[in-house]
């Protein structure tokens, strides 16, 4: 009898269906670094998302660059842009919203995009948005779509642009931060 009830206890506590062994495993959240440099202290910020075998970078690093720079990496290796410039046009998507077609530079296994406007207007996107797709071509000319599965972008931007010194752009975002001693609302 006992076995009868653990027996039925099992079967009612199994799941309908095993998990697909196929499914890519879920992203992990967007994760923040801070580095300060120890003989200039300089900051230098790095938010990544990574996703199955891509990863999705916003770096803030005064030395290297005026503003956040967005970079994505893939485990292909992508056509080269101009032989010169290394500017290349790819398209990305956020969600549903129409598809927007911009200059990256492209090299080897990554792309950069660069200039205030271009990358404001891609961290507004990015942190309401469930899923990016950036298209574009690898070497051998085969169209390929890199996935983001965007989790923790929000709170990772928002700390992105408080450590650089974005704090105008953080507070029309964000709004302003909450008084010393009083929560968030």
């Not at 990544?48 to 916003?58: F, G, N, P, V, W």
Request: hydrophobic letters at 40%; proline letters at 8%; aromatic letters at 6%.
């Amino acid at each position: 009898m006992l076995l009868v009830v653990l027996g039925a206890a099992l079967a009612v506590a199994a799941p309908d269906t095993p998990p697909d062994p196929f499914d890519p495993p879920l992203p992990r959240p967007m994760s923040v670094e801070t580095v300060r440099d120890t003989m200039s202290d300089d900051v230098r910020v790095t938010a990544t998302l990574r996703d199955a075998t891509q990863r999705l970078t916003l770096t803030c690093d005064p030395h290297d660059h005026e503003f956040i720079r967005v970079t994505f990496t893939s485990m292909r290796w992508l056509v080269r842009g101009n032989f010169i410039t290394r500017e290349r046009a790819l398209i990305y998507r956020f969600d549903d919203l129409p598809p927007r077609r911009l200059i990256w530079l492209v090299k080897d296994r990554e792309g950069r995009l660069g200039g205030r406007s271009r990358v404001t207007e891609f961290l507004r996107h990015l942190i309401g948005a469930s899923e990016l797709v950036i298209r574009t071509r690898d070497v051998e000319s085969n169209r390929i779509e890199l996935r983001f599965r965007i989790v923790g972008a929000r709170e990772a931007v928002r700390q992105l642009l408080e450590a650089c010194g974005e704090t105008r752009l953080r507070d029309s975002w964000f709004g302003p931060p909450a008084p010393a001693g009083r929560p968030a609302v």
